[in-house]
């Protein structure tokens, strides 16, 4: 299983980027539930995702979305499935420049590009008897969204966040999840720690996959 976590930093200078309030612990749970499974795990982790040093996992460190973008795409032919829980940014800055800007008196302005879509990429190329799994953090028409992304880049299965939600945000330790797969099954699990939805996620996949592989 391969399984992605945590934001990416997007660098407008040195000094200051854009990023997210991600803190990648759910993938880290997703990790350390696949391997008490008996998968044999690889968790590509964004900045600042804490990793506990006993982690029986392969680890690739990334700090950028096209850094993500490569391990992934890279290490998937390998997997049997993949478990997008990254907040990937969506844009990075068009210039990212060499030394920190100063202030000045008159406004600045970003121009953002955007990244590479890591979970269109890997639903376009995955082969017979892979998976791609995917997560949706929305805040308004949750459902109606979660399904149209998991149609539009080809996902068996996603894993719905609403900011909704008290408990489910980032860098709890608690979150909420909606299960929704390409048959159109919803799931709806109550608020509970990290590590038990964790199970609760890879049951579906594995029911899922048990499907599929008829």
């Known amino acids: 299983m391969l399984i992605n ?24 749970a997703l990790a350390a539930a696949a391997v008490a499974c008996g998968a ?21 460190r990334v700090t950028t979305a096209a850094e993500m973008s490569e391990a992934c795409n890279r290490l998937f032919p390998g997997f049997d499935i993949a478990v997008l829980a990254a907040a990937v940014a969506d844009f990075t800055p068009e210039v990212s420049h060499g ?30 008897g892979q998976m791609v799994v995917g997560f949706a953090l929305e805040t308004d028409n949750e459902i109606e969204n979660a399904i149209g ?10 894993v719905l966040n609403s900011l909704r939600d008290e408990g489910a945000g980032f860098g709890g330790d608690t979150n909420r999840v909606t299960i929704i797969d390409r048959y159109n099954k919803i799931d709806k699990f109550e608020l509970k720690p990290k590590d038990k939805v964790a199970f609760d996620i890879l049951g579906k996949i594995a029911a899922l996959r048990q499907k599929l592989m008829k």
């Open 5 to 28: 976590a945590g934001p990416t930093h997007e660098a407008i200078d040195p000094v200051r980027f854009i990023g997210n309030h991600s803190s990648g612990k759910m993938g880290v």
């Open 99 to 128: 030394s920190k800007i100063k202030r000045g008196r008159d406004d600045m302005v970003i121009t953002l590009k955007p990244t590479a879509d890591i979970a269109a990429g890997l639903g376009s190329s995955k082969k017979r």
């Open 149 to 158: 992304k998991l149609k539009r880049k080809n996902l068996d299965m996603i």
């Open 40 to 60: 044999e795990v690889h968790l590509v982790a964004g900045p600042g995702v804490f990793i506990p040093e006993y982690a029986l996992y392969s680890v690739t």
